[in-house]
């Protein structure tokens, strides 16, 4: 069986940045890999996510509780699973992905009072990887970011690419309860947490990719 390596933190905190680095850095080192990415929104088995984003079902993240809203993106990653990357898997090829069923645990979670979350994080991961028979990560790599820090990149980047917001992004309380959610749900699976800043000071992407290889070296 394969590696499963997740990339998981909440928006802004670098996720995709640190995917970059490391595949930049395999393929200059030759090692095969396969990359994924969720959600993949221009499958049909990302319909119902895409109709939950865009708003069809409530302009607000709460419109949707959180059991409901998980399975939709727990069947777009099942038909990934299915007809894109089994074999891959199988066969020993390592996996690298940026988001995965810990997003759940992330945005959806933190719908959830602080009290009903552990009773949510045991049923997303029975339901996924015990009665859907996904593969589990074998590492998360979870990016410890300050919710400030947060909140300033996610603002400088639709700036730069004039992207427009979903209804995730567009509400600040709604990212705050994810920042808190992510922390809990952290420790909880026992993630390995990746500290973005140092004291005051924000680490370079360039410092944080040297951590993660060394975690990914010792798992
Ligand atoms: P995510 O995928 O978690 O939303 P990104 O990798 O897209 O996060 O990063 C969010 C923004 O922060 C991007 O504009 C990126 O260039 C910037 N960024 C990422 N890592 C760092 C870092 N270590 N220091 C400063 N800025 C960063």
């Not at 020993?92 to 552990?118: C, F, M, V």
Request: proline share 4%; with cysteine; hydrophobic share 35%.
């Amino acid at each position: 069986m394969g590696r499963l390596i997740v990339f998981e933190g909440i928006d802004g905190s670098g996720k995709t940045t640190q995917v970059k680095l490391m595949i930049d850095r395999l393929e200059k080192e030759n090692v095969r890999f396969r990359r994924l990415n969720f959600p993949r929104y221009d499958e049909p088995s990302s319909a119902l996510l895409r109709m939950y984003l865009g708003g069809e079902f409530g302009d607000k993240p709460e419109d949707v509780n959180a059991y409901a809203a998980s399975t939709f993106f727990a069947v777009d990653r099942y038909a990934s699973y299915k007809k894109d990357w089994q074999a891959d898997y199988l066969a020993g090829t390592p996996i690298l992905t940026d988001r995965y069923t810990t997003s759940n645990a992330i945005h959806q979670g933190s719908k959830l009072p602080e009290d009903r979350r552990e009773a949510f994080f045991k049923w997303l991961y029975d339901f996924e990887f015990g009665l859907m028979e996904l593969p589990a990560p074998d590492v998360v790599i979870y990016m410890d970011i300050p919710l400030e820090a947060a909140l300033a990149r996610i603002g400088q980047r639709r700036t730069e690419t004039g992207a427009g917001a979903d209804i995730h992004e567009r509400d600040a309380e709604y990212l705050r309860a994810c920042w808190q959610c992510g922390r809990q749900a952290a420790d909880y699976y026992g993630w390995r947490k990746i500290p973005c800043f140092d004291g005051g000071r924000a680490r370079t992407a360039e410092e944080i990719h040297e951590e993660i290889r060394q975690v990914l070296k010792l798992e």
